[in-house]
């Protein structure tokens, strides 16, 4: 028996980091998007152990891949001795701020519950997609939704009726950045490591009610800060973007990803041929819906 499953990425549309806690990670308030870029995840029964095989020979497919690790955490919970083997078609880029490991690890449980039978409850399910990273739990479903915590406490944002209509230019600029690195330097950035709470809710809610224009000003990530010190690359896109008529430009997550929101698709298509005659080549780009369905 054979399992394929879609395994769709996020953007952070708001990342605000509330302080740095007792056990080293950090209480954050994020509001993320679902994003219909996806990789394709295939499970078949079958062999000893977990086998995984990917397209991308830069992502090493042992046993501290994140899929392993959600196999065999489920393996593990379920008490099932059979094996698996699971193809990884990565359309996603790595290391990006934009979820596509953590999505991959949450699909795999998903995956591997429905082709085993359903032994796990789906209270089970997100505990072990808790234990597996802070963003691992939001890809157990589809929707828009704020997570707190370190991330790992969902609660979904209603509809972001201000995102219909409107269309993503992601842009990845070919290197990536390193989750903790990001964390570990707003040790330098005292009013970003402290930020305070409520600007998530405040910012699903505007975007429920009022058009992207007007709530422009409270997209926000606080990892900007260390991230586009480091690489300037990342402040000049963001300046060009915003120039060239990005309604909303922003920073995914810890990075590397940076995206514009646009009210129209010609318009995000015409800023990635901008962007393209600007920096060249090089960086990897996507024009797709801001709200496209993701299951
Ligand atoms: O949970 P995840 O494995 O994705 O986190 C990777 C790293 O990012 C953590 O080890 C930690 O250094 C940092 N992090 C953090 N606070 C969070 C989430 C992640 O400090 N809320």
Redesign the pocket.
Known sequence: MKLERRSHCKVNLLLNVLGRRPD?????ETLMQPVALCDTLTFERGGHGIALACNDPRLPVGGDNLVCRAAEAFFSAAGIKDGVRIRLAKEIPLAAGLGGG?GNAAVTLLGLNELFGQPLAPSEISRIAAGL???VPFFLQSEAAIATG??ERIELAGSLRALDGCWLLLIHPGFGIS??WA??QLRRFPDALNGRPGRAARLAELLSRAPLASAATDFYNALEGPALEKYPILALYQEFLRKHGATVCLMSGSGSSTFALTESEGRARELADLFRAEFGPTAWLRTLPARAPCS
């Open positions: 080293g990670f950090h209480d954050l953590s990273g802070s963003d370190r991330g989750t903790p964390y570990q």
